[in-house]
């Protein structure tokens, strides 16, 4: 799956802003929700994580990664 290049962000939240504008714009029907199950979230966790009202834990980092197919440095 294409995403923005992690190293050139200093906070989680900006990467998977980026990533959902960068995936909203090439697929259609692509959604908070749809990523939210996909990655098998509750659906409003992305939506709170992109408006600082909640934080990305690492548990849900490293399930973010694996569903970005991200490699161990990235």
């Known amino acids: 799956m294409q995403h923005p290049n992690v190293f050139s962000y200093t906070c989680p939240r900006a990467f998977v802003a980026d990533f959902v504008a960068m995936?909203?714009?090439r697929v259609a029907g692509y959604s908070y929700?749809?990523?939210a199950h996909r990655l098998d979230w509750?659906?409003?966790y992305v939506s709170d994580l992109l408006n600082s009202r909640r934080t990305l834990t690492?548990?849900?980092a490293v399930e973010l990664?694996?569903?970005l197919e991200?490699?161990?440095e990235e």
Request: zero cysteines; a positive charge; hydrophobic letters at 45%.
């Open 23 to 25: 995936t909203k714009a």
């Open 33 to 35: 929700r749809w990523l």
């Open 42 to 44: 509750p659906h409003s």
């Open 58 to 60: 690492i548990i849900r």
């Open 65 to 67: 990664g694996k569903f």
């Open 70 to 72: 991200l490699n161990l």
